[in-house]
């Protein structure tokens, strides 16, 4: 595959990994382990992402306007939604700067517009490494201030009735009617997932701290496992479960809170000075399962 090829899908493959990415928002469409989908496409534009890269920053931001080192910014809403939403990178054509069989590296760069204030570059390098899946993101302050920024993936992993969810967190946001962070607290007994369990039947949209960045995703009727592990600035993560949809859910891993423009310490966004940058790496490393007997 040539550097800079203009296909617009692109097939990685290893072993038994295989996935589908694009370059709207360097996304991925599809992704199969032993020919099993554990990402579905769910999101983004019109239901076609499985998962997607949230620059410079994730989720929304309230009132479409936030203040930092004195000074005053506006957004404009880049959705339907009434709010600015998971920044632009997941709306945008990135450029394909290196490809093989088993990796591909995406570059987006942007300036400041009516839309955002923010001006960055941003890269997202999709890798197959044996059994795992490895998205590593990085962003870069362009701009001629300094200005908080974020980072983020948004999966979309497949649901099933059996499927088991373990990761632990020291306490977690709920949900103003706006679908933005409230008040923190102790985590209510259904959102405890530490020693593992199925997935509540219930809506979710909650941001989540005091998280390792480690979780382990089972999927028995499918006999597939994913483990989950997020280094560099991802300490935080969303979950969100729709009541609409059974087939899929999401597990963020974020560097900051939903909203951090309006929380104290900016809730984790990381001010940038022109020229800095911040990263992160998601790897899902999958492994076979048991079919349990009841599941086949």
């Avoid at 999966?155 to 409230?182: C, G, M, Q, S």
Wanted: hydrophobic share 40%; aromatic share 10%.
């Amino acid at each position: 595959m040539n550097q800079g090829q203009a296909c617009d899908d692109i097939e990685l493959r290893r072993g038994h990994l295989a996935v589908r990415v694009s370059r709207r928002g360097a996304a991925l469409t599809a992704a199969t382990y032993r020919g099993v989908p554990f990402l579905v496409a769910a999101g983004g534009l019109e239901g076609t992402m499985a998962n997607f890269a949230m620059v410079p920053f994730g989720n929304r931001v309230e009132g479409n306007i936030m203040s930092f080192a004195g000074r005053d910014y506006a957004f404009h809403p880049n959705t339907s939604d009434p709010l600015y939403r998971h920044g632009d990178g997941w709306l945008s054509l990135w450029q394909l700067e290196d490809a093989s069989p088993e990796h591909a590296q995406f570059s987006f760069s942007r300036g400041t517009d009516k839309v955002s204030p923010y001006a960055y570059l941003t890269r997202q390098e999709i890798r197959l490494a044996g059994d795992a899946l490895v998205l590593t993101l990085s962003v870069e302050n362009r701009g001629e201030a300094a200005l908080p920024f974020g980072l983020g993936q948004h999966p979309f992993f497949v649901r099933t009735p059996e499927t088991r969810l373990t990761i632990a967190a020291d306490r977690y946001w709920n949900e103003r009617p706006d679908h933005l962070p409230d008040m923190p607290g102790h985590l209510p007994d259904d959102f405890d997932f530490s020693s593992g369990r199925l997935l509540p039947q219930k809506w979710m949209n909650n941001a989540f701290e005091g998280w390792n960045g480690r979780a382990v995703i089972g999927w028995p009727e499918l006999g597939i496992q994913a483990a989950l592990k997020a280094d560099g600035a991802l300490d935080r993560f969303m979950l969100y479960m729709p009541t609409n949809r059974s087939d899929f859910f999401c597990l963020e891993p974020m560097s900051h809170l939903p909203n951090g423009h309006h929380l104290p310490d900016f809730g984790g966004l990381r001010p940038l000075a022109p020229g800095e940058a911040l990263a992160g790496t998601v790897t899902i490393q999958m492994s076979a399962l048991p079919i349990q007997p009841e599941a086949r």
